[in-house]
């Protein structure tokens, strides 16, 4: 349907009241609900911190590391610098307690969390394991948007422990943005009215779609914020950025038409893990491999998903990112041939260097199962098919940081439709 228009009865793009849920410095959350000694506490969770280890990376801090310059993607030596490890130094209130990913618990408390937002949307999308966008628009009015948002931060906290930030706004991202704005343990509520006025002194890096690149583009331009933004002129940006100029303009003035819409089927799974730097013992990358092929296999099993074509994804350094596939005659749900088949891609690289393993599952068809299923929490790692069905091609990169150090253990975030 065109913009502007509206179905007689269907309310307007105003008129829709969403949520945005992302979950306060999430990993570390998860790790203070099974030790609550940690509550309060300076902690560190990433990759590479068993005793010993000087390599890897943070996957996140708590706020009370974030004090002392803790962040998702600093290198393992950095945040020591800063934050030494408490065990070593017991007296010293400057250390923190460094904790290793554990992928699988922090997606079973993603997936309690999800439970309760089923069943306070209207819509539920969910983008990562730990943010997910609601409409509720028939299940609260602006009047009272706030106290529905409490509500939903409270529920989280109550049934399943850990801290929520939650934006409510008229569009998605609006949404996004009041969430963030308030962290920690925040709710921002940002009705109709208040957009423009909300937006305006924001920097223009925080409009969703404008990245680092196009903020220094715009800086040039003399537009920093979004207010500057709204009120350029939408042809300079068009001669400027293209159609992306226009979009920049209307987002800035707090106009988004995405609908908060499920996700679709995926069209692949996949998950990958990076090594601590690169390694050369094959066997150790096989064995990684297999236990990527098992969680692959039982993410197709739980989303009801068989597939065609099996692959895998190996990283050589510098950071060439070669793929290979087989594709199957007939389409399987088969736990030990996505075992074999990647073990079978994966000899060509025994005696390459190799910092980081994947395994994926593509050409995907799905028995009768409920949509709801399929819309999972644990999103994490599914891929846009490859036009070509899994032949050797390049994959999209799904990633959103650039620092490959940074991508952490089976962290593979889908943010394709975020960035
Ligand atoms: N993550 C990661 N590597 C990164 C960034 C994030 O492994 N470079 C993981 C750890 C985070 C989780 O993803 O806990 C969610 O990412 P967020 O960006 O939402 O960060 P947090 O939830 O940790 O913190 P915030 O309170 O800012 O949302
Ligand atoms: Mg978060």
Same mark, same amino acid.
């Given at each position: 349907?065109?913009?502007?228009?509206?179905?007689?009865?269907?309310?307007?793009?105003?008129?829709?009241?969403?949520?945005?849920?992302?979950?306060?410095?999430?990993?570390?959350?998860?790790?203070?609900?099974?030790?609550?000694?940690?509550?309060?506490?300076?902690?560190?969770?990433?990759?590479?911190?068993?005793?010993?280890?000087?390599?890897?990376?943070?996957?996140?801090?708590?706020?009370?590391?974030?004090?002392?310059?803790?962040?998702?993607?600093?290198?393992?030596?950095?945040?020591?610098?800063?934050?030494?490890?408490?065990?070593?130094?017991?007296?010293?209130?400057?250390?923190?307690?460094?904790?290793?990913?554990?992928?699988?618990?922090?997606?079973?408390?993603?997936?309690?969390?999800?439970?309760?937002?089923? @069943? %306070?949307?209207?819509?539920?999308?969910?983008?990562?394991? =730990?943010? *997910?966008?609601? +409409?509720?628009? #028939?299940?609260? $009015?602006?009047?009272?948007?706030?106290?529905?948002?409490?509500?939903?931060?409270?529920?989280?906290?109550?049934?399943?422990?850990?801290?929520?930030?939650?934006?409510?706004?008229?569009?998605?991202?609006?949404?996004?943005?009041?969430?963030?704005?308030?962290?920690?343990?925040?709710?921002?509520?940002?009705?109709?009215?208040?957009?423009?006025?909300?937006?305006?002194?924001?920097?223009?890096?925080?409009?969703?779609?404008?990245?680092?690149?196009?903020?220094? @583009? %715009?800086?040039?331009?003399?537009?920093?914020?979004?207010? =500057?933004? *709204?009120?350029? +002129?939408?042809? #300079?940006?068009? $001669?400027?950025?293209?159609?992306?100029?226009?979009?920049?303009?209307?987002?800035?003035?707090?106009?988004?038409?995405?609908?908060?819409?499920?996700?679709?089927?995926?069209?692949?799974?996949?998950?990958?893990?990076?090594?601590?730097?690169?390694?050369?013992?094959?066997?150790?990358?096989?064995?990684?491999?297999?236990?990527?092929?098992?969680?692959?296999?039982?993410?197709?099993?739980?989303?009801?998903?068989?597939?065609?074509?099996?692959?895998?994804?190996?990283?050589?350094?510098?950071?060439?990112?070669?793929?290979?596939?087989?594709?199957?005659?007939?389409?399987?749900? #088969?736990?030990?041939?996505?075992?074999?088949?990647?073990?079978?891609?994966?000899?060509?690289?025994?005696?390459?260097?190799?910092?980081?393993?994947?395994?994926?599952?593509?050409?995907?068809?799905?028995?009768?199962?409920?949509?709801?299923?399929?819309?999972?929490?644990?999103?994490?790692?599914?891929?846009?098919?490859?036009?070509?069905?899994?032949?050797?091609?390049?994959?999209?990169?799904?990633?959103?940081?650039?620092?490959?150090?940074?991508?952490?253990?089976?962290?593979?975030?889908?943010?394709?439709?975020?960035?």
């Amino acid at each position: 349907m065109p913009r502007g228009e509206t179905l007689p009865g269907a309310p307007t793009e105003e008129e829709r009241i969403v949520l945005h849920v992302d979950m306060d410095c999430f990993y570390a959350s998860c790790e203070r609900l099974r030790e609550p000694t940690l509550r309060g506490e300076p902690v560190v969770v990433g990759m590479g911190y068993e005793a010993g280890e000087q390599t890897g990376a943070v996957a996140t801090a708590s706020y009370e590391a974030r004090d002392h310059g803790v962040e998702s993607a600093m290198g393992i030596s950095s945040a020591l610098d800063r934050l030494p490890r408490r065990e070593e130094n017991p007296n010293d209130p400057e250390t923190a307690w460094y904790r290793p990913v554990d992928m699988d618990f922090y997606e079973a408390v993603s997936e309690q969390v999800r439970e309760i937002l089923t @069943e %306070l949307a209207d819509t539920l999308r969910v983008v990562s394991i =730990d943010e *997910a966008y609601l +409409d509720v628009t #028939e299940r609260t $009015a602006w009047e009272v948007a706030e106290g529905f948002g409490r509500h939903v931060k409270q529920r989280i906290a109550r049934e399943v422990g850990v801290p929520a930030s939650v934006g409510v706004a008229p569009n998605m991202s609006t949404a996004k943005i009041a969430s963030d704005h308030d962290k920690p343990d925040g709710l921002v509520v940002v009705s109709p009215d208040e957009v423009a006025d909300f937006l305006a002194p924001l920097p223009v890096g925080d409009i969703h779609g404008i990245g680092p690149v196009t903020a220094d @583009e %715009l800086t040039s331009m003399g537009i920093e914020t979004a207010g =500057d933004l *709204a009120a350029a +002129d939408p042809a #300079e940006l068009r $001669a400027k950025f293209g159609e992306r100029g226009e979009e920049f303009h209307r987002r800035a003035l707090g106009d988004d038409p995405r609908q908060v819409e499920p996700r679709g089927k995926p069209k692949s799974l996949s998950r990958e893990s990076a090594f601590d730097g690169a390694v050369e013992d094959f066997d150790l990358v096989v064995e990684r491999a297999t236990g990527l092929a098992g969680a692959v296999a039982q993410r197709a099993k739980r989303r009801g998903a068989l597939y065609r074509t099996i692959g895998v994804k190996v990283v050589t350094p510098p950071y060439d990112v070669n793929t290979r596939a087989k594709t199957l005659p007939g389409p399987v749900d #088969e736990p030990d041939l996505v075992e074999s088949v990647a073990h079978d891609l994966l000899e060509e690289f025994d005696g390459e260097r190799i910092r980081k393993v994947g395994v994926r599952v593509a050409n995907l068809s799905f028995s009768d199962r409920d949509q709801a299923d399929l819309d999972s929490w644990d999103g994490g790692g599914e891929e846009e098919a490859t036009a070509t069905g899994g032949r050797d091609t390049e994959p999209k990169e799904t990633d959103r940081y650039t620092n490959d150090q940074a991508r952490l253990f089976e962290y593979d975030p889908d943010r394709t439709d975020e960035d």
